[in-house]
């Protein structure tokens, strides 16, 4: 056994609890669209999907089945190198974020120092996704979506970014581990509660969850930017969404909701109760709100969201300069 | 860390080729944002992993962003690409090249020597030798050159703004106004 040295064994701890932490975040997204459905039935009083397996368990199955056998077709006035690539950019974007995420002291892919402009940049080319996936689905409609995905993501990127200079003003960094860690005593959530509020509408416009899915709202654009798509490549940007909705929770967990921190119980269990609440609290808005006005939207997020993490940075910038 | 700062050198280099030479408009911003993060990853591999996130965030993330909008909005169809096609023949590109390649050979020719103080007259012009001049003795043109800008600015809000909707004249007010007149 002399070839299994320190650092490699080293290197296949540290490679393995990478594929563990992937391979959750691909499941998560999964099954949330299972649990999505069934909470939805709950809230709006009908039964949902109650009737593959014990109480619907197994209709996540039934879905993947159905989903990897349909025919997966590519129109024929399709731009072809584009259409493949948009719903690998959806999937794997979001998935590279949540590498920079610690779950506990000792799980986490990496500790880089810019570990939030890391997401940040990951966030922007997710954009391309639907860019790309409207432009060469060839579609009318497809075309729209992508048009109101790309200026609705556009605007609330800007302030989405800005929503979370207060933490790092707060934390004195850009590593999500080092955010956590100046979370111990007061949770962020307290002394930066605008910037939570608007982080959690910036997130929901950026993974385009009800009530910002404008880019594919059904009665108006019959789906919008995926109308063309079929089988695992519709797939992909439906579990794309999900994924998305595990990671922005999983955010604003670490961000203002102290990370693992908690009492008596263990650091995973806490993170994971944390990140459940949110998911619930995503599926609850969609079940809960109608969807408003595209020019509504947008004039929220410019003259509404902008200003406020505007005077919310400028306040945090103050204090922590009376203060310190 | 040297082959990363290679590898993404070389992927630059070749994705703005594409950029160039590539006939789909759509086709090339992608090449353009393949080179914009190989840059970024440049950036990395030279130890300023800030400067490589603010590339893509800013660079790939919002500005290309906007191109690609604008590109997808106009709807280029075949004459766009038989234009493309057009500009990329040997005769339209030769001349430029040639000259740029004098201009290349001297570029490198100048590196190679090392000698960068060799200059005709006087001594090299840094950066912030023209920052102290622009905002020491000609501070009052800079100024000149932002108030030029601010009345474009002005001029571009006034043309764009919205007008309210101008109502026909109904007979009786021009019949009101030829009376008056």
Redesign the interface.
Do not use: C, K, Q, R
């Given at each position: 056994m002399n070839w299994l040295s320190p650092t490699l064994v080293e290197a296949l701890i540290a490679m393995s609890k990478a594929l563990v932490i992937l391979l959750a975040a691909v499941l998560l997204g999964a099954v949330m669209t299972v649990v999505e459905r069934r909470l939805l039935g709950l809230w709006q009083d009908r039964h949902g999907p109650n009737r593959v397996g014990p109480f619907g368990s197994l209709q996540l199955v039934a879905d993947m089945i159905k989903i990897f056998f349909k025919e997966d077709w590519i129109p024929p006035f399709a731009?072809r190198?584009?259409f493949v690539?948009a719903p690998a950019i959806a999937m794997a974007s979001l998935l590279l974020s949540f590498m920079v995420i610690p779950i506990t002291p000792g799980w986490g892919v990496a500790d880089?120092?810019?570990g939030l402009?890391?997401f940040?940049?990951m966030?922007?080319?997710n954009?391309?996704a639907v860019?790309?996936g409207?432009?060469?689905s060839g579609n009318k409609y497809a075309?729209i979506g992508?048009?109101r995905a790309?200026?609705q993501t556009?605007s609330y990127?800007v302030f989405m970014?800005l929503s979370l200079m207060g933490v790092v003003a707060m934390a004195d960094s850009f590593n999500l581990r080092e955010i956590v860690n100046a979370q111990t005593t007061v949770w962020f959530v307290i002394p930066q509660f605008f910037g939570f509020c608007t982080f959690l509408i910036a997130g929901i416009a950026v993974t385009h969850r009800h009530p910002f899915d404008q880019p594919e709202a059904e009665q108006e654009l019959a789906d919008g930017y995926h109308i063309e798509y079929s089988s695992m490549k519709f797939g992909m940007f439906f579990i794309g969404e999900y994924v998305g909705m595990v990671l922005i929770s999983a955010l604003i967990v670490t961000l203002f909701f102290g990370g693992w921190h908690g009492p008596l119980l263990p650091p995973i269990v806490w993170f994971m109760l944390k990140t459940a609440v949110f998911l619930v609290l995503f599926v609850l808005l969609r079940a809960a709100l109608p969807r408003p006005r595209y020019d509504r939207v947008m004039s929220f997020g410019w003259k509404i969201c902008l200003p406020l993490t505007l005077i919310n940075l400028l306040v945090t910038g103050a204090v922590i300069l009376i203060v310190g | 860390m040297e082959i990363a700062f290679y590898l993404s050198g070389l992927v630059a280099v070749l994705a703005t080729l594409g950029v160039i030479s590539n006939t789909n408009p759509v086709h090339a911003l992608l090449y353009l944002i393949v080179s914009l993060i190989a840059v970024a990853l440049v950036f990395f591999s030279l130890g300023a992993p800030f400067a490589g996130a603010l590339e893509i965030i800013v660079y790939a993330g919002a500005i290309m962003v906007l191109f690609v909008f604008v590109v997808m909005m106009l709807n280029l169809g075949e004459a766009v690409v038989a234009q493309e096609r057009a500009w990329l023949r040997p005769r339209t590109w030769l001349g430029p090249a040639l000259l740029a390649g004098v201009l290349l050979v001297t570029l490198v020719g100048t590196l190679w020597r090392g000698d960068i103080g060799l200059v005709i007259e006087g001594e090299t012009l840094t950066a912030k030798a023209v920052g102290t001049l622009l905002f020491g003795p000609w501070l009052l043109i800079v100024e000149l050159a932002a108030i030029l800008l601010l009345a474009a600015l002005v001029t571009a809000s006034h043309v764009g703004r919205l007008r309210p909707p101008e109502k026909p004249p109904t007979d009786r007010e021009s019949g009101a106004r030829k009376e008056a007149s």
């Open positions: 731009d190198p584009l690539l880089l120092h810019i402009l890391f940040l940049a966030a922007g080319i954009v391309y860019l790309f409207g432009w060469s075309l992508a048009m790309s200026a556009l990127e970014g | -």
